[in-house]
């Protein structure tokens, strides 16, 4: 779902947004070995997200992806949202196309097919 949504931006001469940082972490080496077959990692790198090696990281509150002040916002697809669990600032739990979308517009938004070009 994440390399749908970047190549969808990569097409319209998108990527990350200016101050957002996007972290992808597999969930495992299988995965991990998987999306590099996939040509996913590249497509990745490319569009401007932080690809992690797998491990736990944020939904256990350590690692990037965990806010550090009170005034940032994440918006993640981990499976854990315990008041501080992923750092002091807001958290919202969303589906990867969403993280994905919200990470290349900068703001919270759902994704729909098509969203990056030209209206």
Known sequence: MYAHVMAEAERAGKKV?????FYIQFGSQDVER???QQGYTELFERTG???IKPGCGACIGCGPGVSDRGDQVTVSAINRNYK???GPGKLYLASPLT?????VRGEIVEYRDGMFEPE
Do not use: M
């Open 84 to 86: 501080g669990r992923s």
């Open 49 to 51: 997200v932080d690809v």
């Open 99 to 103: 993280v994905a979308a919200s990470a």
């Open 34 to 36: 998987y999306a590099h």
């Open 17 to 21: 947004a200016d101050g957002v940082r």
